[in-house]
C-alpha cells in the first residue's frame, strides 16, 4: 500500500509541475487570433513556395530548446488541413502559450498519404535554414529559433522539395 500511495504522489508531482497552460493539442487555423484586434501571443505564418495545390500541409510549434525541438510529441499545437494554397501561398495563425523563443515546422505532404516521401514532399522551417543531406531537414533549434513577442509576431516560412 505505502508503494502505491508513494507513487501515486510522484504522478501527482508530475502534474503538479506541468506548466498552467500546456497547449499540446491539434487547432484549427482560427486566423481570428492573429487579426489586427487579437491580443497574442500568436504567430502569422506565411507558407510560400507550395509545388502543388494537393494532400495536406502540417505546422507544428515547438519551445525552442534542445529538448524539445522535433522530438516526438513535445509539439506544442499543430495545425493539419488539406493545402490549398493561392498563388503557391497559404496563411496560418498559430497561438503560443507566452512570449519567447519558439521554432515551426511545416510538412506539405503531396499525396496525403500521411508518410514522408522525401523524393515527393516538401517542408520548411522557420527562419529557413538550408537543409541538406547532412542534416536529414532536421536543423539545429539555434537555426529555426525566433522570439514571439506579446501580441502577433509574423514570419515567412519558404518550401523546398528534393
Not at 500511495?5 to 497552460?21: D, E, I, K, N, Q
Not at 536529414?136 to 539555434?142: M, Q
Amino acid at each position: 500500500m505505502l508503494k502505491v500511495v508513494a507513487g501515486l504522489m510522484s504522478v501527482g508531482a508530475l502534474f503538479a509541475a506541468a506548466p498552467a497552460w500546456a497547449g499540446h493539442g491539434e487547432i484549427g487555423n482560427d486566423m481570428d487570433l492573429c487579426a489586427a484586434s487579437a491580443k497574442g501571443p500568436a504567430v502569422l505564418i506565411d507558407v510560400r513556395g507550395f509545388a502543388a495545390a494537393t494532400g495536406n500541409v502540417r505546422l507544428q510549434s515547438y519551445r525552442a530548446t534542445r529538448n524539445a525541438w522535433l522530438t516526438k510529441g513535445a509539439w506544442i499545437n499543430r495545425i493539419e488541413t488539406a493545402a490549398k494554397p493561392s498563388n503557391g501561398a497559404m496563411r496560418f495563425c498559430m497561438p503560443v502559450p507566452e512570449p519567447g523563443r519558439y521554432g515551426i515546422a511545416v510538412r506539405h505532404d503531396r499525396d496525403g498519404n500521411g508518410k514522408t516521401d522525401i523524393s515527393r514532399d516538401g517542408g520548411g522551417f522557420s527562419n529557413n535554414p538550408g537543409i541538406n543531406i547532412f542534416n536529414l531537414g532536421k536543423p539545429s533549434v539555434d537555426k529555426v529559433a525566433f522570439q514571439a513577442g506579446p501580441g502577433v509576431t509574423r514570419i515567412t516560412i519558404n518550401l523546398k522539395y528534393m
